[in-house]
């Protein structure tokens, strides 16, 4: 499962600069500075500020709409809900009820089906489905609210370590220091190379096509997943509107060649083929967006922190956009990089040293490791077309639909794993 109406920019406009009034040379100082004004990044400064932090948040804030939405769990909507931001997204979002996983890879030995249901482990919800765009206008929206962020819708030109201090340069020539700088920059992330962390990047020979569809029949809250040769295709339920009462996002992932072929598709051509690989389980469909297309690639670091450094988001891992950990695994490096800001500031210790900030590596490697693992050996078991790797793939989702216990704890470490909230 991947990562409300479109709305054009000129009806949500992306939230003006508060950057302060200083001149070029001059220097702004603040407790932390976070490269990158994404989900994540501004996710990172709201939560910082609101924990009594004062942030300057570096980046422009893209909230255009792109067909992308963000599958959040439970455990995330509880962070949200404890830094007091989920209300400016609850209206609009759609609940998730169950996860349908269907193995549409025609093995040898059939693999059967799987429906995991949110009652089953005592929620509502799995969780809940946004758009992208409304998320990071939300965001955007509750940060410039807050007197201790300052956003400066720039990119980081510079960025310099010392002894004592990260000292930046934005592309507009004003200066910014902090005690520590949190990465929130993506994948090729500036302040994760200005730290000299490696990274190991890859590539799939997939790329996604997202897009916001309307289709005549209910998803009545139903994630469907259908795992092909080519990857998952994937509805995800949204909220529906008077033109299309029912609705869903996509995240159809594909050959290279047939991404190609599909993206020169018109939307009626590409959306009979769609409803042909969802077995017409939503009906006719229409797309509503634009649509997306995105290759697929995962990334892993050798380490999180460094001297006044932190990782976090696709800085720090990055994967394919398979069972929805995304976003989540991201607010759950918020969550822990908090609370070890917090107990390091508590304690009067220098929140930017390595020693304050080894509890954060600590507390996220596991998490990390255990997701960029299985989505990765999940992807590629799909994409494999060898016998005795479908019978293991069977043999694990005929357990997983037997055993009830252990369905459950994979729900569970799935949907809400151990960790800080806040």
């Not at 090729?188 to 996604?208: D, F, K, T």
């Not at 051509?269 to 797309?287: D, M, P």
């Not at 891992?317 to 822990?336: E, T």
């Not at 390595?354 to 490697?365: I, K, M």
């Amino acid at each position: 499962m991947p990562d409300v109406p479109q709305v054009s920019t000129t009806e949500r406009p992306v939230t003006q600069s508060t950057r302060p009034a200083l001149s070029a040379g001059l220097t702004a100082t603040a407790d932390v500075i976070v490269s990158g004004a994404g989900a994540a990044g501004l996710a990172a400064a709201v939560a910082l500020a609101k924990a009594g932090f004062s942030v300057i948040c570096a980046g422009p804030i893209d909230a255009v709409p792109t067909g992308r939405t963000v599958a959040l769990f439970e455990g995330s909507l509880r962070f949200l809900r404890e830094i007091d931001v989920w209300s400016r997204f609850a209206d609009g979002a759609q609940p998730i009820k169950a996860i349908r996983m269907i193995d549409d890879t025609a093995p040898f030995l059939p693999v059967p089906d799987l429906y995991l249901e949110a009652d089953e482990i005592d929620l509502e919800a799995l969780g809940a489905n946004v758009e992208n765009d409304r998320l990071v206008q939300g965001f955007a929206d509750e940060a410039a609210s807050l007197p201790g962020i300052t956003l400066t819708h720039t990119l980081l030109k510079t960025i310099d370590f010392s002894s004592d201090a990260v000292t930046v340069e934005d592309a507009e020539g004003f200066r910014y220091a902090a005690t520590l700088i949190v990465a929130a920059d993506g994948r090729r992330s500036p302040a994760r190379l200005a730290a000299n962390i490696a990274a190991r990047a890859w590539r799939y020979p997939q790329v996604a096509i997202t897009a916001l569809l309307g289709h005549r029949k209910p998803h009545n809250g139903v994630s469907t997943e259908f795992h092909t040769r080519s990857g998952p295709c994937t509805l995800v339920p949204l909220q529906g509107t008077d033109e299309h009462p029912h609705r869903s996002s996509l995240v159809w992932l594909m050959s290279p060649r047939e991404g190609d072929r599909r993206r020169a598709l018109d939307d009626d051509a590409l959306a009979l083929e769609l409803q042909h690989q969802t077995r017409s389980v939503v009906g006719r469909i229409t797309l509503e967006s634009a649509r997306g297309f995105f290759p697929m690639g995962g990334l892993r670091v050798n380490r999180l922190i460094g001297s006044r450094v932190a990782l976090i988001g696709e800085a720090a891992h990055a994967f394919p956009p398979l069972a929805a950990q995304g976003l989540n695994l991201s607010l759950r490096d918020i969550a822990q990089l908090l609370a070890t800001l917090r107990v390091a500031r508590d304690r009067g210790h220098d929140i930017g040293a390595v020693a304050s900030l080894h509890s954060y590596e600590r507390g996220r490697r596991r998490d990390i490791a255990l997701r960029t693992n299985g989505v990765d050996v999940l992807n590629r078991s799909i994409m494999t077309d060898f016998a005795p790797v479908d019978a293991i793939r069977g043999a694990g989702a005929i357990a997983v639909r037997l055993v009830g216990p252990l369905r459950r704890a994979l729900m569970r470490e799935g949907i809400m794993p151990p960790g800080p909230v806040v």
